[in-house]
């Protein structure tokens, strides 16, 4: 549409709506109705021109691709996937599609009123609100005029207004169907701070979730953000049944958990759970990963929180627990991102705890105890009016509270320093207490007698250093068996026996201890190792443990299981590899073998009694 042709038909639309009491003037109002009306009119028919020219170039050049093939395409395949880039690149294009179909209607039958001759429309204006009023209400063309072009006009007009709605019916509908689906999904962004923030789902979730509600009980309760590329609805699941559980059931105590969706490594995920604000993170391994996998997803993540804030851990406010598999990647933690986050290398953790437990029964009593917000936990706090106080001294100065150690300004603990260890000004006191705010020192007026030997030395305990040789038996087989066997070779005396029993076949249990490379070969000073083929869920093999050498070959020696000081039944490592359900396979025959041994292990006694008797 040329210029000449837009001024026509302005002057021809004047024209026709200047009569009767206009006398040929043109009212300021209806001058502007005309120019919003042709302006977009124009803009409109520029739009489509602007399209035809593309799709004719496209259509010239897919033509000149098939080398003068026959075309085997249309112009209403160029259409449609033209229409279809508006729509999936433009957020707004069905918006725009909707005011330009309503646009097109009231221009057009606005138009077509005015240039019908009619009485009734005197006005631009007049024909362009009646013209809208077919497009949004379909009744109105009852009062339509009688004659056949007003008429013509109302039904042309209201047809396409009833096609405008179902569209406007439709594009509100998506709309809040996109909503309600983001809101489901856990898309929109968190508004906390101070806030717990666990990064990733896993199987130790629950019960992170269960002591952190333990933690902010004394506070009346608090907010923890989960953010995981899991569904929000399953996760919701998850919590749910931990709540409902008939055993155990998980208590929030006031706490608020709020689940959304994403990618824990990747900045905008971050932001939209407000990783910046939250007063501490704890960042879980990924399931369904190999160690390796795990820990280089868990540098990404140490990477992805330190490039969020660059103040992010140093301030002393923020805390950053990030949870590894193998101990032997932590240093790559420690060398991209130094004193940034605190390492918990759980399997690492749990297979000490084992042998320590193992060797000392009573000692699973006191870290289950210890270990977790129920009941009394550890708090670092600064008391100013302790400052020069010796470790001795200040043992007694807490009448609700146990201290144990100092921590210093750079982050080295000291537990059961000695006691003339001198509390020094900005240290903090690490003490056992049942909450942050149940203690406080006293006044000093308690005697100081405990732990003083003087003139009682008889009565003192006194530590026995030479203890016999153990034998402690292994049931199952850990990936890191190598840690493990050299953690224990630093505990036990000279000449204490661990016997191996599992699957896996002797000439390749030294392989297999290496890693591929990976770990030294072990260097044994107290331990001597024995090798035992067998399943330890099976009585018979637990019946015959009997030594092998490297070939298979029996060497001789054979011990039952009530000769053992420790029995330690491990994670089976074949089972851990199928992910969940294999987590659950581990579990079950770990418990079959409780059982097992300690029926065996009954029998034993009681046959024992009996030859006795």
């Not at 050299?486 to 036990?492: A, H, I, P, R, W």
């Amino acid at each position: 549409m040329d210029a000449d042709t837009i001024n026509t038909a302005t002057s021809f639309i004047l024209s026709r709506g200047s009569r009767g009491s206009m006398e040929n003037a043109v009212p300021p109002s209806e001058g502007v109705t005309l120019t919003i009306l042709t302006a977009g009119f124009a803009a409109i028919v520029w739009f489509l021109a602007n399209e035809y020219k593309f799709l004719k170039e496209k259509s010239n050049v897919m033509d000149g691709a098939l080398n003068k093939k026959e075309r085997d395409f249309t112009w209403v395949d160029l259409i449609d996937y033209r229409l279809d880039y508006f729509f999936s690149t433009n957020e707004w294009a069905k918006v725009i599609l909707l005011f330009g179909l309503s646009y097109v209607l009231v221009v057009f039958g606005a138009g077509l009123l005015v240039i019908g001759d009619s009485d009734d429309y005197d006005t631009i204006s007049e024909a362009a609100w009646t013209s809208w009023t077919y497009v949004v209400d379909p009744g109105a063309q009852a009062d339509a005029p009688s004659e056949l072009i007003p008429r013509a006009v109302s039904l042309f007009v209201t047809l396409g207004g009833l096609l405008v709605f179902a569209l406007l019916i439709g594009i509100v509908g998506e709309s809040i169907g996109e909503k309600i689906e983001d809101l489901k999904t856990g898309k929109s962004r968190v508004f906390e701070s101070d806030h717990t923030l666990m990064l990733n789902w896993n199987d130790k979730s629950i019960a992170v979730i269960q002591q952190i509600a333990l933690a902010n009980e004394s506070e009346g309760g608090g907010v923890m953000v989960v953010l995981s590329q899991l569904e929000k609805e399953e996760m919701e699941e998850r919590l749910e049944s931990a709540i409902n559980a008939k055993e155990n059931p998980l208590d929030l105590m006031g706490t608020e958990v709020v689940f959304r969706q994403g990618n824990p490594i990747l900045e905008n995920d971050l932001k939209k759970v407000s990783a910046n604000t939250a007063r501490a993170v704890i960042a879980l391994t990924p399931p369904d990963f190999d160690s390796d996998e795990a820990d280089a997803n868990m540098l990404r993540q140490v990477l992805a929180l330190k490039a969020l804030d660059e103040d992010f851990g140093s301030d002393g406010e923020r805390h950053v627990v990030v949870e590894l598999q193998d101990v032997d990647n932590k240093e790559l933690i420690k060398m991209v991102a130094p004193d940034f986050a605190e390492i918990i290398v759980n399997h690492d953790m749990i297979g000490r705890l084992m042998l320590q437990c193992a060797r000392t029964p009573e000692l699973a009593y006191v870290l289950d105890s210890m270990m977790g917000f129920e009941g009394s936990e550890f708090y670092f706090e600064t008391w100013p009016e302790l400052y020069g106080k010796t470790f001795k001294e200040i043992t007694v100065r807490f009448d609700e509270a146990i201290p144990v150690g100092f921590r210093s300004e750079d982050g080295d603990v000291r537990v059961n320093p000695m006691d003339d260890d001198v509390y020094q000004e900005g240290e903090e006191i690490l003490v056992l207490a049942e909450d942050d705010d149940s203690y406080e020192p006293n006044d000093g007026t308690y005697p100081l007698t405990a732990g003083d030997c003087s003139g009682n030395e008889e009565e003192c305990p006194i530590y026995d250093a030479v203890r016999p040789p153990e034998k402690i038996l292994f049931c199952g087989w850990r990936r890191d068996m190598s840690d493990l066997i050299s953690q224990l070779d630093e505990f036990v005396p000279a000449g204490s026996e661990l016997w191996l029993l599992n699957k896996i076949p002797a000439n390749m249990r030294e392989e297999r201890l290496l890693d591929g490379g990976n770990k030294a070969k072990l260097k044994l000073k107290n331990l001597i190792m024995k090798n035992v083929v067998g399943d330890h869920i099976i009585r018979r093999d637990l019946k015959r443990i009997w030594d092998t050498n490297a070939q298979g070959e029996y060497t001789g020696e054979k011990v039952t299981l009530d000769q053992f000081d420790s029995i330690l039944i491990l994670s089976d490592e074949t089972a851990m590899k199928s992910g969940e359900k294999g987590s659950t396979s581990s579990d079950s025959r770990s418990l079959a073998a409780v059982l097992i041994i300690q029926d065996m292990m009954e029998k034993m006694y009681q046959l024992k009694k009996k030859v006795r008797e």
